[in-house]
């Protein structure tokens, strides 16, 4: 799994011209599921971005993770971090996990979160085509990879 960690202090989704999902102070995660992802993928990254430091603390140093500040999480599904751009100019997404192997792995990854988290995590819709605003925050914004967890 691939995902885009921002920061934010409010961030949404829009399908249709109707909000999905919206929050406050928190998380936008943009996640990316290729073919060969795990549950212990799944797990790991759910533990690993509850946890993770990136919000200030009272002496303006980055601290506090989403639960200390209970802060809230907006999950994105993005098919594209898997992008292949080696060849030409038009990307090849021959690296994501098709719809069949995606979409039960992202509904596992929300559920896990929300566990880790202990509450509700908002959510746009698997293959929709959606607006994502969001106010980043420091901006403050990481990209995590499963595939290389001994660099985080």
């Not at 960690?5 to 998380?27: H, M, Y």
């Not at 192997?101 to 509700?120: D, H, M, N, Q, T």
């Amino acid at each position: 799994m691939r995902v885009v960690i921002q920061r934010v202090t409010q961030a949404s989704v829009t399908i249709e011209q109707k909000i999905k999902g919206q929050i406050e102070q928190g998380l936008l995660l943009l996640v990316g599921i290729c073919p060969d992802d795990t549950e212990e993928d799944l797990k790991w990254l759910a533990t690993k971005i509850a946890q993770l430091r990136i919000f200030s603390d009272e002496d303006d140093k980055m601290n506090l993770s989403v639960q200390d500040v209970k802060g809230d999480i907006l999950v994105i599904s993005q098919f594209t971090l898997y992008a292949n751009t080696k060849k030409g100019n038009r990307p090849s997404y021959i690296n994501a996990a098709p719809p069949a192997i995606a979409i039960p792995l992202y509904e596992r990854f929300v559920s896990i979160l929300e566990g880790v988290i202990g509450k509700p995590v908002q959510t746009g819709e698997f293959g929709a085509d959606m607006k994502v605003s969001l106010l980043n925050d420091g901006p403050v914004t990481i990209i995590m990879d499963t595939k290389n967890k001994d660099i985080f």
